[in-house]
Each structure stands twice: as C-alpha cells, then as structure tokens.
C-alpha cells in the first residue's frame, strides 16, 4: 500500500541512508526461482522491490531487460503469475513494499482497474509504475488505486517541465522515480552530470515537499549509489540486477542478487527494514483535473500512451504541426514538392483489359505508384521532414518494413539536407534487399533489429528506444498512421492527397458519380487512409480495407488485425492489436512486409467500430496470383502490399454488373518485391 512505501523511505531517512529499490523481472531467470529471487532481494537489503511485468515490446527498455522479459514470456509467465509470486514470496515472510512495473497493455487485458487492484490487495502488492500511461490517458486506473491506497508511482524525465513535475508529484502518494536520464534502461560507468540540478529542480516544483524522490537508470557500483544519496531519497537498480541473474550459477540466482545489493550498500552497512503495515485499504485524495488527454479524431481509439520522456516532444510536435498547418507559407511549399518531386498529382487508370478479363465491374486504379520513389510514403516523409525543420532537427529516424518509407524518408532527408537513419527488422532487410541498397545509395545508414519477431513491430521498438534517447536533437518521421498522438493525424493529413486527388479525378472522368467501392490494403494504414479520408463523408460510397491473410487467412498464421484482433495498446495508441488473452503481442505472418505488423492506425480502428468501413483478408496465393495476373492484362507490376487489395477486387468485381465501379489505390510498385516472389515461386533470381 502506499502507506507502506512513505513509511520505508521515512525508516531509511531515520537510518541516513537511501532506500535500495530492487528490480526484477517476474520469471527471471526461471518461473520458479523468482519468489527465491524476491527472498534474496530483501534478504541483500532492498526496501522496496520493483517487480517486472513482462511484455512482448518493452520500448523503454534496453537489451537487459528485454532479453529478461523475452526469457519470462518464454516460460509463459502473466500477470497473474505476477501476483501468484509476491502472494507466495509474502506466506514465505517477504515483507518489503512491491510494486509492480511494467505496461499498460497487459493491465488492461487483466479486467477492470477495480478487478485490478483488489487482486493487488489480495496478493500484497503495494504500487504501480506503469512506463507508458501518463495520467491523461490513466485516469480510470489512477482514481482505483487512490481508492483502494495503493501507490501510483509517476516517473519524471530531464525532458519533463516545471508544470509537469508539479502536477505528477500531486500524484505520489508513495515515491517519484526520476529518470535521471534521457534514453532507456540499462547499467553505465556513470551518473548523470547534471543530476544535482535534475533533483533540485524536481524539489523546487514539487507539489508535495514530503514526496520521496528515487533516481533510476544507469546505477551499477556503490559509488553510484552513495553519489546519488548525496541528492535524493533512494536508488533504483535494475539492469545490473538483472545481469546478476542472468550470470548467476544454476541455484544461485536469489544468493548472487541479494550479495550484488550488498556489495551496492556497502557505504552503508547498518540497515535494518521497515515494519510492514496491514493490507488493509487505505484511501487517500488525488486531483485528475489537470490532466487533459490530446484531442484527436479517432474517438475511444488513439490516444497518446508514452513514456514521460516523450510527452514534451509530443506536445511541442503538436504546437508546431497546428501552426505548419496554419502557416501559407508551409502549406505552398508542401504542394510544390508534391507537383514538382514527388511528381503529382499521380494519375487514375481504368483497368478496361483486366476487368475485361476478370468480369464484372470496371476496376480503377489511383496510381501512387507512379509517385517518387515508387510508393505514397514519399507524400508523409517529406512533409515530416519540413515539419522537422521547422523543430529545429536535423537529425532522422524511421522504422521501416518493406522498405519504402525507408526510401521515401532517406530520400526527403538527402533532398532537404537531414541526417537519417533508419531502422529495419532483419528479417525483413533480407527480404528487401534492393531497398536496403537504395536508402544506403541515398546516404542514410541501416540498422537491422535483430529482437524479436525481426519484423517491423520490432523496428518500431528500436526506433522508439532511439528516439527516448535523443529526444532532443532527433524527430521520429513514422511511417504509417499509428502510434501516438499527433502521429496518426499528421500522417493522415499528408496522405490526404492521395485521396482528395483520386475524388476529383475519378468524378471528372466519370461525368461526376462516385466510385462504388474504394478500396485499399491496410498494414498500418497510412495509403488507406488516406484514399479513404475524401470519401468517408460520400455515403455512397462503400469502403473496404484489405488486410494480409497470410497462409491460410484467419485461421493460421496472418497480419489480419481488424478482421481477428481485439483493443489494446501498442506503440503509444489504443487500437486493435493482435494479442495473447494477457495482452502479450502475437506473432504475425505475411509475404509482404510492409503489412507484417499486429497492430492498425486508430482511424481505421475508429472507422471499423462504427461500421464506415469493412475490412476484410486476402492471402498470400491471393496477392501473388493477383500480382500476376495485373502484370499480364495491364504491363503493371504491382507491389505486394496493393496485391492483397487487388485479389479482393477481382472477387468483389465478379459479383457486381458491369455498370459498377470499384477505385484501388495502387499504392506501390513491385520491384522490390521481385525476388521474394520469386523465391516463393521456388524460382532463382
């Protein structure tokens, strides 16, 4: 209870010392060794343990601790195993405060923040840090364990402002964990530099002077420890807990833990802990009001779920998008590069051989493939990197699947004078070979993300796990409609083109009528949505979104996200995922890489909650056979990616007269899918 936590850190004052927060993640380096492991911690010395919740995509945190949440997931290890450790540790005479540490997605799929916390009580669980919900979008959750006493930990970062120190430490009914450094979790050679001026001006903002202040990130000798007593009230160690572990012979996990904390506290060899209060609820008052979660347009979905790192980058982001938007200036540029680079407005094409062959309704094309580059992203990167100017940064980061939004931002960045670099699953550098080539042809450097699943989802973390660290000097140009506020508005804005150019060209030539039918393949979703933005108001017009059925559709392996995934969180927005019942992400699967990824922009996921659009699968057979047959009636060889929508129009165009219309966004070009195709033909290129 938070009771507990102010009580162990007024008990480690009294002794003149920090409190030692240990952190461990539940399941390393085994499930059943881990109630040993939280014996051994409070055995070394910690006063408070910080218990790690595993999760499939930890962003803020570095490779020690991933590699520790990978080892627990392995083993099957939830959150209700989470609680299960502290209960049993607790009968077996553990009596330090713990809190559990983690995000957000798991908590939710738990149940209720209700449900949540009298789990809590019942297994002796004392707070919360959850890395990636700020109080605007926690608010449910924060006011539960208010209610029932238990410590919601804010965390502050060197990028966190006087305001918003002020109104986070209003929240600390147990302690403040300050970051003491801009970048993820992991053990250096070093304290922050700038640490005494860090705390002070977290003491001279605080809102509530008693607060407890606990400095995390890098503490790894005792010298660390004894430097950091010299400013605050405690210490956070995890990655070299961590490590320890992991080193640690076969049954010696819990016995090397507890010396590490020793031999960590050796500037302070007099210790005793705490006397542990009851469980019982102990409510106190808390005020949310303050808080205001970002407007954006996806109703329930979206959002902006970050580490606190992040928050002031994101609001100063949303300052200057607003005023861009509002600046002639910014507007007439963008609209030259799009007629004068990007080479647009691309045009429509009537299929008139291919819908012949195929039957049924005219097939049209809005080819963004013509585009520079050879695909719509060309249309969002360079309009973020004119936004990064105006920010001040020069220096790029991207995450990437099939490699042209890598292209598309390496291309912007050498045309506008920007360091960039991007990041790409390896999996997925070795399926795009050619366009690795081509962005390092560019002059941007290739970093292959070798965690995880290898894929896009994972280069998404690395570039997270980038951007955390160089918040400052770097902006993250992201490459699809997801992730947190104002992302998924910003890039749905700069791909409005695309559609607002087919609208007005498709009626032109069709005596004024709307198209039937818009269609679009849908990974992230940035070319559907927008070819769909100009169309959502036309009700006439039926939308559908094409998602990667994989081998078998739904019922194996895929990318399907809308047709079979359910809400949670992933990289900073609240949409439909493809997740475990624990909120863990799953694996994914489609020959095209830039629709292999388990989560949706939440404009989609708004869209399909209320029925404005049907999304729907195509396989890969379907999108190969599709790419084929386009190549053979039309001489256009379409990428991978608008293969899957393409395969569903040819069945949608069998079932409707002649007189009817279907508009797909060919959204990019096949050669760099060439080699992948072929391979999966079984052929040699």
């Not at 006493?149 to 966190?160: D, K, M, R």
């Not at 790894?220 to 640690?248: C, R």
Request: with cysteine; aromatic share 6%; net charge negative.
């Amino acid at each position: 209870m938070a009771k507990n936590i102010r009580d162990t850190f007024a008990h480690c004052k009294k002794e003149s010392r920090p409190a030692f927060v240990a952190f461990a993640t539940a399941g390393f380096p085994s499930k059943d060794q881990t109630v040993d492991v939280l014996l051994g911690l409070q055995n070394g010395g910690a006063d408070v343990i910080e218990v790690g919740m595993p999760f499939s995509d930890p962003l803020a945190d570095g490779a020690t601790i991933q590699r520790a949440n990978e080892v627990a997931l392995k083993g099957g290890v939830t959150l209700k195993d989470c609680f299960a450790f502290v209960e049993q540790a607790r009968m077996k005479g553990l009596t330090v405060p713990v809190v559990i540490m983690g995000y957000v997605n798991p908590l939710l799929a738990y149940g209720s923040p209700d449900e949540l916390c009298k789990r809590s009580i019942q297994a002796g669980v004392d707070g919360y840090i959850v890395v990636d919900l700020p109080p605007e979008e926690g608010k449910d959750l924060l006011q539960a364990c208010a209610d029932n006493g238990i410590a919601y930990v804010p965390l502050l970062a060197p990028t966190s402002t006087n305001d918003r120190i002020n109104k986070l430490t209003s929240l600390a009914a147990g302690f403040v964990y300050c970051v003491s450094v801009t970048g993820v979790t992991g053990a250096r050679s070093q304290v922050s530099a700038s640490l005494p001026e860090f705390v002070a001006n977290i003491r001279a903002n605080c809102a509530d002077s008693s607060a407890p202040l606990a400095v995390g990130f890098g503490i790894s000798e005792a010298d660390h420890v004894k430097h950091v007593a010299q400013y605050a009230d405690g210490v956070v160690v995890g990655s070299a807990i961590i490590n320890a572990l992991a080193n640690a012979k076969p049954g010696d996990a819990a016995k090397d833990a507890g010396a590490l904390i020793s031999a960590l506290m050796a500037h302070y060899p007099e210790r005793t802990h705490a006397t542990r209060a009851s469980n019982a609820a102990q409510a106190y008052q808390i005020s949310l009001g303050a808080f205001v979660a970002p407007e954006d347009a996806a109703g329930t979905f979206g959002g902006r779920y970050i580490p606190e790192t992040l928050v002031e980058a994101h609001v100063e982001l949303e300052k200057a998008w607003n005023e861009a938007l509002a600046d002639d200036t910014f507007v007439t540029e963008l609209a030259r590069l799009r007629r004068d680079f990007i080479n647009g407005p691309t045009p429509i094409h009537y299929a008139k051989h291919l819908s012949e062959v195929n039957g049924g309704a005219q097939i049209w094309f809005k080819r963004e493939e013509l585009a520079h580059t050879g695909a719509h992203k060309i249309n969002n990167a360079v309009g973020q990197c004119l936004l990064a100017k105006r920010l001040g940064k020069q220096r790029i980061i991207a995450e990437t699947g099939a490699g042209q939004h890598g292209v598309a931002t390496a291309t912007a960045c050498a045309f506008l004078g920007l360091k960039c670099i991007v990041y790409m699953g390896a999996e997925d550098c070795e399926r795009q070979k050619l366009n690795v080539f081509r962005i390092r042809m560019l002059g941007a450097e290739v970093i292959p993300v070798e965690t995880g699943t290898r894929t896009l989802k994972d280069a998404i973390n690395e570039a997270m796990r980038d951007w955390v660290t160089n918040v400052t000097t770097t902006h993250y140009c992201v490459g699809s409609a997801i992730g947190p506020h104002p992302f998924p508005a910003i890039v749905r804005k700069l791909q409005a083109v695309v559609g607002a150019e087919a609208k007005q060209q498709f009626t032109s030539a069709n005596g004024g009528s709307m198209p039937n039918y818009v269609v679009a393949c849908v990974g992230g979703g940035s070319n559907a949505i927008g070819m769909f933005d100009a169309f959502i108001e036309e009700k006439e017009v039926k939308i559908v979104g094409v998602e990667a059925g994989g081998k078998q559709g739904i019922s194996g392996l895929h990318s399907a996200t809308l047709s079979a995934g359910t809400v949670g969180v992933l990289h900073g927005t609240r949409t439909f995922l493809l997740q475990s019942q624990d909120g863990q992400i799953q694996e994914t699967h489609s020959i095209s890489a830039g629709l292999d990824y388990p989560g949706v922009g939440p404009d989609h996921a708004a869209l399909k909650a209320s029925g404005r659009a049907e999304y729907v699968c195509a396989t890969d057979k379907e999108a190969v056979d599709a790419m084929m047959l386009l190549s053979r009636t039309e001489g256009i060889i379409p990428a991978l990616e608008p293969s899957h929508a393409l395969a569903y129009c040819l069945k949608l165009a069998k079932t409707l007269p002649s007189d009817q219309t279907i508009l797909m966004n060919l959204c990019g070009r096949g050669d760099k899918d060439m080699i992948s195709v072929a391979r999966w033909m079984g052929e040699d290129v």
